[in-house]
Structures are given as structure tokens and as C-alpha cells.
């Protein structure tokens, strides 16, 4: 507005100065060439005004749609870290107080509800298409690339790699509708399978059965894989917890030798195996990486045996700057490359052998699938993708 005013009085001073000289009686050349002089000003003064003004807004639309990303993913990492532990201790504290009714309510609905995330929980379109996932999408940006066509006749379990610190791309990509996955893939229902104990947590269970996420256990996968129809994909981030504790920028490793239980699992089902990549989720936080050995892994490796997470020291940048520590994870981008599915027989009591051909077919077409996406997603052609 401060620019708007300043050019119209320009054009006040030029059409006053047109005036004076008209009034001094100075010939018609000079007269004319002041007045032209005078009006040319006005023109480009208003112009200059209206390209400040929407230069200004344009920035300052930018900037406010930066702080919304900032803002979408920060929700979404402090859900995964304490929303299940915040909603138990206020259900907790309510049963002290004059609202101890909804608290008594809740639970006794909650235990008639109990085994909801087993069969595939409560999806909701609705909740999986909010603007706040196009913002989380947008801050990275998230990317999901189709390499193949997935038939609706056959059910499928996806192997997501790598875990990185929290799965963000896994997230992104198949619990919204953000990179419009259902349009990609029409007619299959994406399953992102996460630890049980996550639907131990009231409140918490709701929010990750609307996103299409279910319990990564063996009654969850036998009932989606069996007693749901086809056209179902089962998302299974194989590497785990143990593939988290090696997840650093730079490093393209998976945890993937000794993970057989998800072939099994296929065989006994009939269900293809879908290896994907996932370009640039380790490259979104830095972490603190103890040696083996250590006192720091030990503890690790505890928590991971016991609990069945494994505790990370872990930072991104700060809410308000890229140069202070936080929990924001860095706008790196991550491009997440679905691969062909290998056709699996159904054996309903598949032997070890069935197993090692199958998982050793899985493995070869990870790396196949790393190394012909890998230029393309910003590696150098002699990075090579560590399989451990």
C-alpha cells in the first residue's frame, strides 16, 4: 500500500509540473516534452508500484506455505514420538477428576474394539486426503514413482526400504492419498503394517487405523492376505529396527539376509512380493551411530529385543531455522520407486528351500531395482547398494 501511494503522488508532482509549464509560456516543444517526460513517469512509476506489490505478496505467500510444511511435518513427528504416551496419561488423569465418565466410556468401547487393527482397522478417506499431507509431502518433497502395473486379481506385500529413522517416505506415500497412490495403483488398498504396541495406545490406534496403518503381526497379514479379497498390498518395512540404527546420510544399506519371515509368509499365501526403494529416506535425519561393542548399542539392542524398537539418538533442523537442531527432519527430497512384483506359488507349507529361492530372487531384484533408479535419483553410477 506504501508503494501505491508513493507512485500516485508521483503522478500528482508530474501532472503539477505539466501544469507550470504550460502557465511559464515555454514553447510548444519544450512544453510537450515535459508534459511527455512527466506522463512516461507516471506509467512506469504505477507499473514498478504493481510488480513490488505482487513481488512482496508472492514472497510472502512462499513464505507462509514454507512454514506450513515446517509446521504439517513437525505434527506428524511429534504424533509418531508422543501422542500415544500423552493420550494414555490424560485418559489416565480423567479418571481423577469430575469427567471420569468419558474415561470409563472410552475403555469399555476400546476393549469391544480391541481387535479392529487386526483385520485391516478403520480407513477413512477423508482423513488420508487432508491438505496437511500435500504440505508434508511438499517440504521434502516426497516423490512416488510406478514402475510397473499391479493386476487387482492378486494380493501383494510390498518390501519398503530403507527404515531410515522413521519411515517417512512409507508414511507419506501409502497411509495418504498425497502422492495419489490409489490413483496410480488403481483398485489396491495399501496396508502399512508398524508395530503392535502402537495399537495398545488409545487414541493414537484411531489415528493410525484412519491412515489404512494395521499391527505388523502374523493374524494381521494371514486375514488381509486370506479373508479380505484380492487387491490388497500389505507394506512391510523389513529392515526393522535394526536397520534404524545404521541409518545415516550418505548410506544406502538395508538389513535383508537374514529376513525371511515375509517370504514365508508370501508362499503361504500365494502373494507376490513387490521390492521398493526409497531414495533419500536416510538422508533426512543425522544420528549418533555406536559402535558394535559399545555400551550405547547394547542398550539398543535391548530395547530392540524386548520392546521391539530400538532407541536412536537423532536430530533434524529447528522449527524456525535450518541451522539449529531439532526434530524437523531436513528437506531432503525422497523419491520412492515401486519395483515389478515376482510371482509367488502358493505353498501352503513352503520348506526352507522354497524360502532361500524366493528370498534370494527378492534380493536380486532389490539391488536391480537400486541400481537402474540410482542416476536418476541423484547417486553417482558407482554407488552400490549394501545388502547386510
Known sequence: MKTLIA??????????????????????????????SGRWGTGSSILSALQDLFSVTWLNRSKVEKQLQVISVLQWVLSFLVLGVACSAILMYTFCTDCWLIAVLYFTWLAFDWDTP???????????????????????PIQLVKTHNLPTTRNYIFGYHPHGIMGLGAFCNFSTEATEVSKKFPGIRPYL????GNFRMPVLREYLMSGGICPVNRDTIDYLLSKNGSGNAIIIVVGGAAESLSSMPGKNA???????????LALRHGADLVPIYSFGENEVYKQV???????????????????????????GRGLFSSDTWGLVPYSKPITTVVGEPITIPKVAHPTQQDIDLYHAMY??????????????CGLSETEVLEVN
Open 254 to 264: 538395508v538389513t535383508l539376509k537374514n529376513r525371511k519371515g515375509f517370504v514365508k
Open 363 to 376: 534380493m536380486e531384484a532389490l539391488v536391480k531395482l537400486f541400481d537402474k533408479h540410482k542416476t536418476r
Open 118 to 140: 487386526k483385520k485391516g482397522g478403520r480407513r477413512s478417506q477423508w482423513v488420508r486426503n487432508w491438505a496437511v499431507w500435500r504440505y508434508f509431502r511438499d517440504y521434502f
Open 193 to 196: 503394517a508398524t508395530l503392535a
Open 7 to 36: 507512485a500516485y503522488s508521483g503522478v500528482l508532482r508530474g501532472e503539477r509540473r505539466s501544469k507550470a509549464a504550460r502557465s511559464e509560456g515555454s514553447s510548444g516543444r519544450s512544453v510537450l516534452s515535459r508534459v511527455g
Open 289 to 315: 551411530i555406536f559402535e558394535e561393542g559399545s555400551w550405547g548399542r547394547w542398550v539398543q539392542k535391548k530395547f530392540q529385543k524386548y520392546i521391539g524398537f530400538a532407541p536412536c539418538i537423532f536430530h
